[in-house]
């Protein structure tokens, strides 16, 4: 005999302060205007003060490998879920940013305040120019050749013992203060930040989806893909190459292991475990991994099979992220419904 | 005869060992509307691709004004003003309609042209974008244009695959199968659109399986069955033909069981 | 001369490991990323049983290869399978495996220049005036007659036309009731003992370094684009193109250049002509 069961769904309804705050009724009241702006404010807010909070150098330099990784997890979670583009080698441009960057200071005398820009625009360049012969073909191929570049590149320097060989590159100039040393990266990765989210929302970004999504449509459109696709890699790899560029003048010397495969995977680890797609997600993916890869130091290359298993699970189990689920619980509230 | 503004000239595909074209030629005239017909397999889709670049010629080429085209990639064919709707459609589900359209009109013959009715300059793409909607049918009051267009029926995707060509102020658009999965009624309001595409000047080729349809707007025809072009010919001549028919129906021997 | 011995066990030697990899792409799509892990894991397990359970070197060969053998099922049956038809998923999963066992054993101690494997047959030999060991002869030897066997089983056999069939066209094989997940799983299997059978060949020759587990992956993933993603006969081919490479610019540039001819092999296949010699997608944007 057939039970008669109640079935049961979960309905997930946006709140009611969410849809009152859409769209320009928000600056209606405080109420919503603060709905709003509060996690945004508590995220610059508190980048802003972590310097002052955290005085100690040990803790500083923390914070300064925090944004560098948060640049590459950044421009892994842009390239990846904006544009199409899975790119497993961050370190790739880390090395050349940090490279061009140690060039411009010492063989050339450029100041830091120079050379980082520079190196930024020249690295992304060369990084756009180096991985244009994949652009047109399928999403595999960028991924197998940003994987295979990190590796590659620190071998044929080894080997051919240029830019400084195993030794590397040292005397590389510092910054004037400690202060300028923390707050250029923390307002470089807020920057990039609010850039790349104001850019994916613009019809820009919608170009950028649709090629992930459907570039035959695009095509047909008369669009070309490569160009787009060359546009989101610049913009990366500018991100990673500025990050690199920072790191020689924070440890004051570019060496081989700037390809490490460390800037490569974490930053993919970080975003799952951020929330992939939002942007913000990775950032704070960046603020939990690296100072728990700094506990692990101690272990030596047991972080990198921590990060490959923290991978390894989100791929497998499909997770949201903490800022996915955090932005679903802000936004929407949850009943069950009979169906 | 002025040139024709397509000449596909012994155009061959092969997959491996499948001729899926086989030495396929015709002329298309400007302001025609060419129907291409065929039983499911002929290679209409082919085609479609070959002309528009989304696939490689084994053999033969493609000229458009007298230009060659074929081994040209498909955004610079579609470039020149070659535009093509998908069988299988592919709307940005995700996206509002009018944003759909927005995307089109980022191509540089959209700057160029400034679109349909653009006169030569692109206004506010947003703008844009919704008229040409409002034009191909999407009521304005009823806030059709922001609709999600995964939420959108059958009707108004296809009409938004055409609009897509639109945004391009195209010269030739190429449909494929714009009128299946429609009903009769839905049709019946296509028809008008077509023939308001060719009084604007745009040259049509149409690939559809609804002969009666098709027969009322197309006024040349070109049969295809396993690749190879069967006839050509006023819709009429097309229909009589018995090499046509035996295409489509098959022949009339009767197997003897015993 | 030299250039033609040197290098014919260069591309021996690379067409080994790329075999593997290529057989795993080619059957059921699966880019194994471990690949290069699973070489330099196979090394590693067979010193631990010649060493540490000092057990005969036949046995400890036979042992590691069908373990490796195992381990790559494994790896199949408990990631891949769910990631299973996402390219990138799989490249990254696999990926993230590879470098987790690399980088676990070198975590573990299996780190410098002190683990060796020793060579089959001690001695060299002269061929037209060039030395030659023993070792490298055998390795010529096996190589040729490994890809003489899988020409033979894959043309000839059941499971090997089967497997072939899948490589052609997965869907029409899957309706012909043979079965995807279990080939892949077979593949998997065979590639990976492909990977330790060019690991105990190979390794003799030199040091087991953790190193190598990347070089392995990315000479392999080299050799396989050049001569297209999924043909057999494609890898063999690019795995001389490119073994007679490197010894080329190694006579006449110096020896440091191997690495940047793969890097140049692969970035010249990309540019001109995407789908390699022999590759199975001729247009690959062809998806309408």
Known sequence: ?339 | MSTPILQVNQVTKTFGGIFALDEVSFDLQEGDILGVIGPNGSGKTTLVNCITGFVGLTSGEVLFRDKIISGKPAHKIADMGITRTFQVMRPYYSLAAYKNLVIPLFSPRAKRTGGWRGGGKLGDRNTVSIDILEELGFERESFVPYKMASSLPTGYLKRLELARCLALKPEIIICDEVFSGLSASEIASMVPLIERLQMEGITLIMIEHRLRELFRVSNRVLVLNFGEKLREGLPDEVMADEKVKEAYFGSEEVVDYD | MEILIYGTINSVSLALFSLGFAMVYGVSRLPNFAHGSLYVLSGFITWTLLNSLGLNYAVSIILAMIATGIIGALIYQFVLIRVRGMEISEIMASYAIGLAILEGLRWGGFKGMTYTLPSFIEGSTEIAGIPVDYQRLLVVGIGAAVVAFLWLFTHYTRIGLALRGMAQDERAAMMLGIDSDLMALAAMGFGSMLAALAAILLLPLGNIVVEAGYNVLILAIAVCIVGGLGSWMGAVIAAFLIGFAQILTVVYLGAHYQMVVALLAIILTLILKPSGLFGRQKELEERV
């Open chain 1, 1 to 339: 005999m057939k039970e008669d069961f109640e079935k049961r769904r979960k309905e997930r309804l946006d709140r009611g302060i969410k849809v009152r705050s859409d769209g320009l009724y928000a600056l209606m009241s405080w109420r919503e205007l603060c709905y709003l702006v509060l996690p945004r404010l508590v995220l610059i807010v508190g980048m802003l003060i972590l310097p002052l909070v955290m005085p100690s150098m040990y803790w500083q330099r923390v914070i300064s490998n925090v944004c560098i990784y948060a640049l590459l997890a950044l421009s892994f979670d842009f390239l990846a879920h904006f544009v199409g583009l899975v790119s497993l080698g961050g370190a790739f441009f880390i090395g050349i940013g940090g490279y061009i960057a140690a060039i411009l200071n010492t063989s050339f005398g450029l100041p830091p305040l120079l050379t980082i820009p520079l190196a930024t625009i020249i690295g992304a360049s060369f990084c756009t120019l180096l991985l244009l012969p994949c652009l047109p073909l399928r999403g595999v191929y960028f991924a197998i050749i940003t994987l295979m570049y990190p590796l590659l590149l620190a071998r044929v320097i080894e080997a051919l013992d240029i830019l400084g060989g195993t030794d590397g590159i040292l005397g590389v100039e510092s910054f004037l203060n400690r202060w300028m040393e923390q707050y250029v990266i923390i307002m470089m990765v807020l920057l990039f930040l609010f850039g790349v989210r104001r850019l994916v929302i613009k019809d820009i970004g919608l170009v950028f989806r649709a090629v992930k999504d459907n570039d035959q449509a695009v095509r047909a459109s008369g669009i070309s893909i490569t160009y787009y696709k060359t546009i989101a890699v610049f913009i990366a790899s500018a991100m990673g190459c500025l990050g690199g560029a920072y790191m020689v003048h924070l440890y004051m010397w570019a060496g081989l292991s700037m390809f490490a495969l460390d800037f490569s995977i974490l930053p993919i680890a970080a975003t799952v475990i951020g929330g992939s797609g939002t942007l913000v997600g990775p950032v704070l993916g960046a603020f939990i991994l690296v100072p728990i890869s700094e506990l692990l130091r101690a272990f030596g290359t047991l972080r990198i099979v921590f990060y490959a298993l923290i991978l390894l699970a989100f791929i497998i189990f499909r997770s949201e992220g903490i800022l996915v689920y955090s932005q679903r619980k802000y936004q929407q509230f949850e009943k069950w419904v009979k169906v």
